[in-house]
């Protein structure tokens, strides 16, 4: 295994995330809408309980104890809305909260899984054709996203957190300095297992990223060379690219909106946590706000997916091409 892949995957994830950064974060903060009305513990919190204004006590006529009225729906707001809200209340820079922690994801998870995917396709691939079998490059893919995301979880965490901070009240917020502000307190404060919370989620969103968005890459960019719709070059990269980021972005969603909630929940001391674990998440999400809901964010992860692993595969092959003779 040669460190080689490792580097020029490093290379390209983090350039990827820091110009797909603000997109990233109007994905979390859509995927956190509506969180509020999802139910806890207790069945009867999830409606709001009415006593009548004049409630007389008669033994002829009893009046009802409560009126069990369900929360009326919050309005949708697209992306460009909230964009434009972050801005208004937070200001500019407020669009990279939490790039550090960015920085130091693609450096630990996306380096593994590139660098590790690398090694596996060297290894796999048949030595005279020069291709690899679409199932051996979702294993690979499955198993490059696996390792990845259990490294680089902590700074997953951190990330989802510094994201989501600005839209909680003043009083409720963590204010991080940094990520590693954010990682040792979260260790201080909560334990060490604090860093590994939604590790599940997060490896299963990896391997699906990462099976989908690497192998249909590799697949899809084979198929145009070998069809001759065009020749290896940026077109053919960018075409192969965006639809590997839209075929990531429809596999990984319902996963990726139950990790940043699970990630964000604050976890009050002696209190039960709002969510016991990832599926009971998804069920009071999906309870509570309706199947749909999975795929809230939708449209940012897209616009963000799509672009991210365009520039991605984009600088990959350009670093691929410099780093050709090292």
């Known amino acids: 295994m040669t460190l080689k892949g490792f580097v020029e995957g490093g290379i390209a994830s983090i350039v990827a995330g820091c110009s797909t950064h603000p997109l990233d974060l109007i994905k979390v903060r859509m995927q956190l809408q509506g969180e509020s ?18 409630a007389f006590q008669s033994t002829h006529i009893a009046a009802p104890r409560s009126v069990n009225v369900p929360p009326p729906p919050q309005p949708r707001v697209g992306p460009i809305a909230v964009g434009v809200r972050i801005v208004q209340q937070e200001g500019v820079a407020a669009l990279y909260s ?16 590139m660098g590790l995917y690398d090694a596996i396709k060297q290894k796999w691939t048949d030595p005279v054709s020069g291709n690899m079998p679409l199932t051996r490059k979702i294993t690979a893919g499955l198993i490059a996203g696996a390792v990845g995301a259990a490294v680089g ?28 502000d954010a990682i040792a307190r979260m260790a201080r404060q909560e334990g060490i297992g604090s860093l590994w919370r939604g590790s599940s989620l997060t490896v299963n969103r990896a391997m699906l990223v ?22 290896d070059g940026l077109g053919t990269h960018v075409a192969a690219s965006f639809s590997a980021g839209f075929v990531a972005a429809v596999a990984s969603n319902p996963v990726d909106v ?12 002696g209190m039960a946590p709002p969510y016991a674990g990832a599926l009971d998440c998804a069920v009071k999400t999906v309870r509570a ?23 991605l595969f984009v600088t990959l092959e350009q670093v691929r091409k410099l780093m050709k003779d090292f």
């Open 37 to 54: 009305l999802a139910p806890n513990s207790n069945p009867n919190s999830a409606v709001q309980t009415l006593r009548p204004a004049l």
């Open 153 to 180: 979880n902590p700074a997953d965490v951190a990330m989802v957190r510094m994201q989501a901070d600005g839209r909680l009240p003043q009083a409720q917020r963590r204010n991080y300095k940094s990520v590693v």
């Open 98 to 113: 939490g790039v550090s922690a960015t920085v130091l994801r693609q450096t630990l998870y996306s380096t593994t899984r």
């Open 289 to 311: 706000e309706g199947p749909m809901s999975l795929y809230k964010g939708f449209v940012p992860t897209i616009s963000r997916q799509g672009p991210f692993t365009v520039v």
């Open 210 to 231: 990462t099976a989908s968005q690497l192998a249909s890459y590799d697949q899809i960019k084979e198929t145009i060379l070998e069809k001759g719709i065009m020749r």
């Open 258 to 269: 139950i990790k940043t909630r699970v990630m964000n929940m604050k976890v009050e001391p």
